[in-house]
């Protein structure tokens, strides 16, 4: 329960914490001020308390929503860290050779470059080779990412970060100031709203799980049992990707460093589950 004699930073990282299990640790306080002005202006308020004080009062449902949306941190960028592609190509190559459709989850994709990213590099390999698509899954705790990630609709900043002019001109119309998607791309990938600490994760077995920096905004418990999750829906022998500066290592005894993929994670033991001691650990 959000406290209002906790002072407006203490309530705001509350509300956070309590919507997406996020911290939001005393040297990242300054994301407030900076990231919720628009809503400020927006509202006619003159500071966080009021904002609080607007929060505290219930009356408007829809601003705890838009305070949590605007304190998630949604940076991303089209093949970001792009060699990880490349080995991604290379594992999803030995699920066909096995004769299955791979499955590919990206979790906490933000608004969306992520799986369009794995979209266009998988639909040209389909256009060269004739291999079918693998299945993609695109979940996010935030509905308004998810709808920038739908709408496929992206600025110039954000078309030009990671995206190779090739690829923007075969895969992109412009539209204005803006970029969109082709709608094949877009219906390439399945869009869901998804909380990774308090929700069941999309049906599995997956071969290829994507977590990048999502998992350290969270304390170590909650970290500690979503990686119990993400392992619960792998199949043997599946992958788990993390952001460059995370790692498995000291986090959780449910995965262990992979030997095929450098920089990439297996689960222990290889097992596929419901996800079930993931829930209980988080209640």
Do not use: H
Request: contains cysteine.
């Amino acid at each position: 329960m959000l406290n209002a004699g906790s002072g407006a930073n203490g309530v705001l990282a509350a509300l956070l914490a309590a919507r997406t299990g996020q911290r939001l640790d005393a040297n990242r306080a300054w994301r407030l001020d900076t990231t919720l002005k628009p809503i400020l202006r927006e509202r006619g308020l003159a500071d966080l308390d009021g904002l609080v004080s607007l929060l505290l009062e219930g009356n408007d449902r829809g601003v705890g929503d838009q305070i949590v949306d605007a304190l998630l941190n949604q940076e991303t960028s089209f093949f970001r860290e792009a060699p990880i592609f490349d080995t991604l190509l290379d594992a999803l190559k030995v699920v066909e050779a096995e004769g299955r459709r791979p499955r590919i989850w990206s979790a906490g994709c933000s608004t969306g470059q992520e799986p369009l990213s794995l979209a266009m590099l998988l639909a040209e390999r389909r256009d060269e080779t004739g291999v079918a698509m693998p299945e993609i899954v695109a979940t996010d705790v935030s509905e308004v990412a998810l709808a920038r990630g739908r709408s496929g609709r992206f600025t110039q900043f954000e078309i030009q970060r990671g995206l190779p002019i090739r690829r923007m001109m075969r895969w992109f119309d412009g539209d204005g100031d803006e970029w969109v998607a082709k709608p094949d791309l877009v219906a390439s990938v399945t869009f869901r709203r998804m909380n990774l600490v308090a929700d069941r994760p999309p049906p599995g077995p997956f071969d290829i799980v994507l977590c990048r920096n999502v998992l350290f905004y969270l304390d170590p418990v909650l970290r500690a049992a979503v990686f119990e999750r993400l392992a619960s829906v792998l199949r043997p022998g599946g992958l788990l990707v993390l952001g460059a500066g995370e790692t498995v290592i000291g986090q959780t005894p449910a995965f262990e460093p992979s030997r095929r993929y450098r920089g990439m994670y297996e689960a222990v033991g290889g097992a596929v589950g419901d996800g079930g001691a993931a829930r209980r650990a988080t209640g």
